[in-house]
């Protein structure tokens, strides 16, 4: 299965450090694009999946699905190894890897 991530992030965010980090660090390769408020589509689509937070990743599959997830969150990062293995290390998968009983972490973000 072929994955790509993309990763929006913005100058001085603590959140876009963080997950960029552990990304590397769980070895997901990424491609990183300043998230530009200028782009009417890009934002478009931020807003009507309701993410507000800095920074704003997408997950999409070779068959086109996405998984959007906003803010630093370790748990969605780490549960994307788990469910997908090699193939999240070469890049990640659309579907949430996250079990339902998983809580929510939240730390210091950008808003959008």
């Given amino acids: 299965m072929s994955l790509s991530v993309t990763l929006y992030t913005q100058p001085s965010c603590m959140a876009c450090r963080l997950t960029k980090k552990h990304m590397d660090t769980r070895g997901i390769k990424y491609e990183e694009q300043l998230l530009d408020t200028d782009d009417t589509d890009l934002m478009e689509a931020i807003s009507e999946l309701e993410l507000t937070t800095a920074p704003v990743v997408c997950v999409t599959t070779d068959e086109g699905e996405n998984l959007w997830f906003d803010?630093?969150?370790?748990?969605?990062?780490?549960?994307?190894?788990?469910?997908?293995?090699?193939?999240?290390?070469?890049?990640?998968?659309?579907?949430?890897?996250?079990?339902?009983?998983?809580?929510?972490?939240?730390?210091?973000s950008v808003r959008i």
């Fill in 71 to 108: 803010g630093y969150r370790p748990d969605r990062i780490d549960g994307l190894v788990k469910t997908f293995g090699k193939s999240a290390h070469s890049v990640a998968n659309g579907t949430d890897p996250l079990p339902e009983h998983q809580e929510e972490v939240h730390h210091e």
